[in-house]
């Protein structure tokens, strides 16, 4: 109880709600940007395995002045299996151990969704609280209905 030469009536429970509230938003928010970055990061993993196939692909079907174009534009500077380009830098693929990176994709992946069930719990807590205070829990049928007796 307030002391009685308080200014105003203090709702505990509804600085508790709204503090919580703030922490569980700025963990959703935490959890989205996680979630953006850990996508962020395979899409840089299979750019990095696939993108040479799918310039490949792509470059067949282009004069090798629109090649020597792209390949500028997308900062290149020598083709792909030129020496000076390669000499000293292994294909990721070709690096010892590099049946890893599908390991990492699965981990990466196994991160996204341990992200997603958290936001969607985290949803659920903020709903939870409600705006004036928690929400009521559902009521439990009674028995002798659920029998049907």
Known sequence: MPPTDYPWAMDRG????EGRRGQALDALQFERDR???LR???AEIVLEQEGAGVDDEAFAHLSPEDVRRVRQALGEVAEPGDDA?????????EEPGGDGVEE???RLV???????????ALERYV???????PRPKPAAM??????GG
């Open 14 to 17: 509804a600085i508790a709600r």
């Open 35 to 37: 979630e953006s970055a």
């Open 40 to 42: 962020e990061q395979i």
């Open 85 to 93: 380009l390669d000499e000293g830098f292994p294909a990721f693929a």
């Open 104 to 106: 990492e994709l699965a």
């Open 110 to 120: 196994l991160e996204i969704e341990e992200s997603q069930a958290r936001q969607a």
């Open 127 to 133: 709903l939870a609280l409600g705006e004036d205070g």
């Open 142 to 147: 009674p028995r002798s209905h659920a029998s």
